[in-house]
């Protein structure tokens, strides 16, 4: 098979553990008084998602494999009606898919034929991110020179091969210092987008693919999307914005998922992102960003921090209030409406 898009390269960080979470009550704190107590250990979380289905907080993220002992002691100690499971696993980033829909559509899509079952997905400014069991992650890294190529290297050998030497240089690119406040390169928004939550597992996952596929033709960018763990057994809940404005024509390719697989649309919200030099590195940026919401009230409806960059949607209402409250507690350069661009 020829490859259809070409990509920048691909990058697996290892040697961490992977925490899935899932609160039972309706608590809406939850996510931001987690992340309090990680940032007051000094625990780095290079990613985390946060998922809401039916007010029931779905939470997944991943910490230095040093930092699994405490953390599983944090969370049943302080939140004991939360149920968690654990797992050594990696994860796997390509960069740069530029927006494109199509590029998760080929990577969930070469997953499916390999048997290759992510655990978490999320989307940022630069990058696609999933997290994978650690047993699998050759078999995943593999499969990515199906449906891409990569500029630096030609095969699964030539990656390995530039990899040589990188794995401790990559656990050890870790803020030295605290700023006051976290600096932004800037921040980007944009309202009139809809949410959808899909659920998807193995055997919907080349549904789910086709799906992304189909929006490329659309012509709008892949925004906010993220997994969180699911009540249901063997599923994820699959969480994305699409502009409104397209509803008609994304609504004719969305029927190509298996009936009951949309679970929830949610109409009417606004999306921001923003990336930081240390996003990613730092621990207590992601606990920043909660507090500040959470002070506001803001109605979070879901959360992203993966690499560089931290995405989350309110309903449209609130961003503004959203925004303000980023402001107070990140430096934040300039702020962009992309809603009409």
Known sequence: MTPSIRLGGFKILKEVVWISLARPERERSFPAELSHLLAKEKTNLPFLTCGNE??????????????AEKTANLIQGNFHKTDFTTAKGVILSIFP??????????LLDAFYKEGVAPVAVANSHSSISVVLQEEIANKASNALFGPFSFSAYRTPADWKLAQKGKEKLYKEVVASYQEKRPKVYGLEWQAEQELLQVKMNRDNLRAV???????????????FLITSPSKEKGTTNLFFCVPESDKPRYSEILKELPAGAIT???????????N????GDRYGIANELLMA???VQAELLGLSCSIASISGVVPAEQIHPAIQAIQG???VPSVINKTNV
Do not use: N
Not at 97 to 106: D, I, S, V, Y
Not at 209 to 218: C, I, R
């Open 329 to 331: 507690c990140f430096e």
């Open 97 to 106: 898919h530029r927006g494109k829909p199509e590029t998760l559509g080929l």
């Open 264 to 274: 929830t649309r949610v109409p009417s919200v606004a999306y921001f992102t923003m």
């Open 54 to 67: 039916d007010w029931r907080w779905g939470l997944d993220l991943v910490i230095d494999s040093h930092d």
């Open 276 to 279: 930081g030099p240390h996003f």
């Open 209 to 223: 693919g086709e799906v992304f596929k189909g929006l490329s033709q659309l012509d709008f960018p892949l925004t």
């Open 293 to 295: 919401l959470d002070e």
